[in-house]
Structure formats: C-alpha cells, structure tokens
C-alpha cells in the first residue's frame, strides 16, 4: 500500500464558502474529498501513485468477487423443494431506485477505494452525486400506445422488442483500452448505469493537456441515468409483447417530439459484436484511402474554433491505437443510410417537400446539396472523445443509430421551461459552452440526464435540442437530420438562437434549409388528412419562409439566389397567415402569447388547425 511522506505535510485544505451552503453534511464531506483528491492530483508523481492503488484495489475486489461466485457455484443454495433458487432476472424495475438499471442486489453499487486515498476523514459509505432540478411536466403528453392486440398480423408492421436498458452489470470499458487505445496514464470514473470509463488524456511533458475535457466528462458523469420510470424529458419506447403498425410507432414519436422529448428505441436491430477497423468500414462502402476530416483534441487545445485536420481513413483507424490521439470524424458521407423505412414519414421535408412538389416545382440546377445529404451521414469516433454541448444547426431534428461502440448522451432542458423567454434561452445557453466552470450555474438553470447507447439503440431528438456526447470506447453510428410538421415551432426557436449566437452554441452550419421549408409550404394545398398541424408550428413555418432573413445563422451570408419555389411559397403563406391571422403581426403575437394554461412555454405547439379550414383557405392553389 502506497504510504503517505509523514514528513512532507501539506497545508490543510480551507472550505469556508462550505459553512453557509445548503448541502447535507455527507454532500460537504464528498466535495472536500473531491478537493483533495484534485489537489493531489497536480503532482503527476502523486497522481500516478494514485492510479495504480486504485487500479490495484479494483483488481483484487474483482478477484474477490470471482471466488464468491465460483463458491456459490459449488455450494448452491437450495429451496425446500430441493431445487437450486432461481436467478433474479437483472432487468429496470419501476420499484427500483433512482439510477439502479440491471445489475445483480449482491454487487456493490462502487469499487472500494482504500481510505488513504480519500484523505480527510473518509465516509464509509458513498454518497450520490448531487443530481440537477427536474424539469416541470409539459402540458402535452405523447398519444397512450396504441393496443395492437386486434391488429391482424399481416397488417403490424413486425417490430423487434424494444425495451429498456437491461442487464447491465459492473462493466469496465476503461482497462481493456488503457495502455493500447488511451494513455497508460489516464482517469476513470464511474457513472450513473454502473459502467466505468477512462477520462480524456493527452499527455505532453508530464502534464495533460485535456484536463478540462476530464473535468467537464468528470462532471457529466455525475448526471443520473435516463429510466423510463423517472424521465420526464425522454420517452423510452418498449413493447416486447406488443406491436406497433409503421404509422402507429411514427405518431407515438412525433407525439413527444412536438412536446420536445427525446425518443430513444432500444435494439432497432441486433448488430453482431465487431470491432471498428479497415474491413469493418469496407464492408459499409469506405476506402481506406478515402480523403477525410478530422477533428483532433490536441488541436482543439490549440484553436477551439478549428481542431480539424486532413487524413485518410486508414490513418484515423491507425490512430485509434495511438493512446497520444484522441479523434472523430463527423459527418462521414452514408448516403446508403438514413431512417429506416418504417420511420420515414417523419421526414416531412422528403416525404413531403420534395416527393410531392416536383410537378408544381420541377427541381432547377441551383438545388443545394445539403437538402438531400445531410439526412444520411456517419460518426467514426477514437475512445475517449468528448463532444461539448451544443445543439445541431438549422433546427433540424436529429436521429442516431449506434452500430458498434458505445456513447453517453446527455440531454440538457432549461428547468423553466414552461416560463422561460427566447431572449433569456438564448442567454443560458451560453453557460453549457463551459461544463464544468459554469456547472453550479447549470445546476440552477438545466435539467441534465444521460441516455447510454449501445449497438442498436437509437435516439431520436427534438429540434433545437442541447446535447453533450462522450464516445467512451472507438465507434461507428449512423443518423441523419430531418424536419417534422409538426415540430416547426422548435425549429424556428433553434434557428432564431442561431441567429444570435450560432458562431457558439451550434456545430455545423448547413445552407439548404429554406428550399425546404418552402417546398413544405407549396405542399399544403395537398397535403395528406394524415398529417397533424397545429398553429404554433404552421406559422413559424410561414414566418421562417417569408422572413428569412431574420433566421440567417451568425456569421454566414445571406441566401442570395431565388428559385423556382420562393414565390409559390410566399404566396401559400401570405394566404394561410392572412386567413387565420389577419397579417404577420398578429400571427406573431398569437405565436408569443402565453398559452391556456397560463404559461408561456415556448415549446408548446398549440391548437390543431382545422383542416376543412386550411383546405378551404388554400382553394385556388389545388387548380389543375
């Protein structure tokens, strides 16, 4: 056991902005113990000597662990019957506490660490950290599931089980990597579902320069663990006795994507275990020679605002198992992929902007790319790559697909939701762009949580949405962007926030959106019975097609070429705001005010537009 210098004493640590602060007594003791520890931490002799009593201390509870179980093997308990007990089932209960997902009652929720290590008068137990606020209920619930019990078989579509995040023991995703992937030197730290991880770590003369990085993962894994039992800002779609028909499984998710929840669907497919290298990607269509760009976080060090750098893929692959590289790649072209085909009518800018306009509109030669791209693309991430908060461009929402690897999704909602202002959401978003400086601020103001994806898991997340990602061992995922009917209102919030601080708190700017959104407007006159409006999201629409100079990300120029759409557009929409609200400003006003509850939610959708009124009011436009 490592033995402390009795000669070289240190100065005790002072706490006095912890005599008037209202945490327990315990809280006090886990935040002087975490001082400490960082302070001894400075000393990289000291911090090695650490990890390695650590590591030592996690190897020999595992060992003891094993002999338990090989014990209980060749002595089995047995019932009155005769019969062995059975084994619990290690699945999420509803009963279950806060953050307990899977892992047997005989394991301890922590490894012990030896008491010299924590310095100042250890506790014996382990307090949990302190989590954020919860959010408020919104006001609009997703649609009940659906009972598909007298659907005929031939009619449902045949979805696989999808279930909450079950069986998740102790697992060790940072010893396998340490040393060969990731710096021999590097942290871990635990996190709320149990698994353990290494923290980012370039070394570089003794020091690591990614040590804010550790610290923000640090305190990101302190947030509690998305259960369906206890989120109210993520839906967790499970049935593995029912089924749901294609079009019953897209209202349940565009139900709480309006209402701006998070939808996440565990094992959307079952992909085999496999490791990310050259023949992985060259099996989905890659080159190892295929020109791409990297995002390095040694560079990011370096220039926040460009950590990029030029690379083939066979040497990103290679650099996954330099433990001095830490690496992404985003946006890696999957034009193969996309929604799957019983989810694709989400994508109201496709299904319904582009597929059924082109006879009104015929496509012209000046179409951006990025209208057809950006709903396919990959990620390709090296172990330990932390991803600051942000959230994605154009108010577009975001789906992804992991397929090999593992990431931990963190969703950020402002706790007053239901009262917050744009101008002031636009304010304390600021505070995510520092994790961990700004945390007691974010504690005040965000309701944080973790969704944990594993392979087959997707997520799928509302316009405008603030999200952290740490990628904790080498994956693959694949996702696309897309726009909802129904989730305009969210879009024309994320794009305004664009507007005013879009150089910060976004991280890719795309310049197609506006053919889009009016290609969904000249859909109108047609569009499908099937499809829900409502009046929040149908005049951000409008307001985004006919003032779309007010929505220009900062920082980019301003669209300058009118197409073929940009009339058809502005005159479906001049005529659907002047038949339900007199002009724009007053649309405006209807679209700001508080809504019947009382509350002034800016991500409330509203009423239902009649749509016997919207057909009556777009008359002329269906001419033949």
Known sequence: ?????????????????????????????????????????????????IKEQNTANKRAWRKRKREEMQSKQ?????????HAPQKRPRTSSPEAPSGHVGPSISEPDTIPIDPILLAQEALTTIVTPRPMRDIAVMTDTPSPPVNCSSIPDDQAYPSPTLSALTDLEFRDLANPIIGSQVHKQSDTVQW???????????????????????????????????????????????????????????????AALRINKAVVI??????????????????????????????????????????????????FIRNIHDPNKIQCILDVPYGQGGLPSYLSTLDSGITNGWNQTTVDCPIGDKVHPDNFIVHSWSLLHGPAYWTNPHHDSDGSVTFVQIETGEKKWGLFKPIHEDTITRTNLSDI?????????????????????????????????????????????????????????????LTELSRYIDHKQGKILTNQVHAHSLETFQRMVINLPRISRRVKLYNRPLIALCTMVLECDKYVAAGTEKPKVRSSTTQPAHDIANAIIKHFWKDLKTATKTYRKKQTDGSNNQMHPGEPISREELLTCLKRFTTL
């Open 429 to 489: 978003a600021l505070t995510l762009t520092d994790l961990y400086r700004n945390r007691e601020n974010i504690q005040e103001n965000w309701h944080g949580e973790i969704v944990t994806l594993l392979p087959g898991d997707m997520l799928i997340q509302p316009a405008g949405q603030f999200h952290a990602v740490y990628t904790p061992v080498a994956s693959f995922a694949t996702g696309g962007h897309f726009y909802n009917y129904e989730c305009m209102h």
């Open 266 to 315: 565990r094992k959307v497919s079952t992909p085999e275990p496999a490791t990310l290298d050259l023949e992985y990607l060259e099996d989905r269509g890659m080159s190892d020679l295929m020109r791409v760009v990297v995002h390095d976080a040694e560079q990011r060090t370096k220039d926040f605002t460009y950590p990029h750098q030029n690379a083939t893929l066979a040497e």
């Open 192 to 254: 709320d579902d149990g698994s353990t991880t290494v923290l980012p770590c370039i070394m570089k003369n003794g020091i690591n320069i990614c040590e804010e990085d550790a610290l923000a993962v640090s305190f990101f894994a302190s947030l509690p663990e998305s259960l369906p039992a206890t989120s109210k800002n993520v839906v967790h779609l499970q049935h593995s006795d029912r089924r749901f028909t294609s079009r019953q499984l897209c209202d349940e998710i565009s």
């Open 74 to 82: 060749l002595t089995p308990n047995t019932n009155s019957q005769g």
């Open 1 to 49: 056991m490592v033995q402390l210098e009795q000669n070289k004493k240190k100065p005790r640590l002072q706490h006095s902005d912890l005599a008037n602060s209202d945490l327990t007594p315990e809280e006090k003791q886990r935040v002087r113990q975490k001082r400490w520890l960082a302070n001894e931490k400075r000393d990289p002799h000291r911090a090695q000597e």
